[in-house]
T-cell receptor, first 114, second 114 residues
Framework: AQSVAQPEDQVNVAEGNPLTVKCTYS??????LFWYVQYPNRGLQFLLK??????LVKGSYGFEAEFNKSQTSFHLKKPSALVSDSALYFC????????????FGTGTRLTVIP | DAGVTQSPTHLIKTRGQQVTLRCSPI?????VSWYQQVLGQGPQFIFQ???????GRGNFPDRFSARQFPNYSSELNVNALLLGDSALYLC?????????????FGPGTRLTVL
């Protein structure tokens, strides 16, 4: 069965500092991995995805993620955090066996401190 | 271009009632998926429809049903509502039915069951 884990419920970072939101995955075969962000009372906004190719994936709003097969990780990163980046972040993996739906992690709340 | 739209935005029902939620996908997208997001958790897959056919179903009881119309819009129906059905219901659309396709989410319908 496929799954992703987000080990941190909460991440705090100072504005201007680099940020990392962690995600590890468990799949059989090659994973398709996604990151989404959710602002209060809003749906999910797509940030980036890894399908194949370069391990460093660049996405929206200056975010990037590094795929690491040996560590089964797909951490989300940004070189310089903004206060407006404060939100709930979800990592997801495609269901390899079924309808191409997504399995989501439990989410990480990012707070950027001015 | 308009994104995924959902209606209504909020809904309050009492136990035992029935509810219908609606979703319009991004223009040109033929696949619609429904997810349930309970407070404090990641979204969980309910249904996927592609070209008006059910292509996948998550681990939800038969009280949950859905359909997709010729214009690719979709409805999610929940019968005999329980308190535990209170959640944010998200609709996502994508162009095709490939695992590499990105799912784009709507703002969601907040359902409260009293």
């Amino acid at each position: 069965a496929q799954s992703v884990a987000q080990p941190e419920d909460q991440v705090n970072v100072a504005e201007g500092n680099p940020l990392t939101v962690k995600c590890t995955y468990s799949v059989s075969g090659n994973p398709y991995l996604f990151w989404y962000v959710q602002y209060p009372n809003r749906g999910l906004q797509f940030l980036l995805k890894y399908i194949t190719g370069d391990n460093l994936v660049k996405g929206s709003y200056g975010f990037e993620a590094e795929f690491n097969k040996s560590q089964t990780s797909f951490h989300l990163k940004k070189p310089s955090a903004l206060v407006s980046d404060s939100a709930l972040y979800f990592c997801a993996v495609r269901d390899m066996a079924g309808a191409n739906n997504l399995f989501f992690g439990t989410g990480t709340r990012l707070t950027v401190i001015p | 271009d308009a994104g995924v739209t959902q209606s209504p935005t909020h809904l309050i029902k009492t136990r035992g009632q029935q509810v219908t939620l609606r979703c319009s996908p991004i223009s040109g997208h033929k696949s619609v998926s429904w997810y349930q997001q309970v407070l404090g958790q990641g979204p969980q897959f309910i249904f996927q429809y592609y070209e008006k056919e059910e292509r996948g179903r998550g681990n939800f009881p038969d009280r949950f049903s859905a359909r997709q119309f010729p214009n690719y819009s979709s409805e999610l129906n929940v019968n005999a509502l329980l308190l535990g059905d209170s959640a944010l219901y998200l609709c996502a659309s994508r162009g095709g039915n490939w695992g590499t396709d990105t799912q784009y989410f709507g703002p969601g319908t907040r359902l409260t069951v009293l």
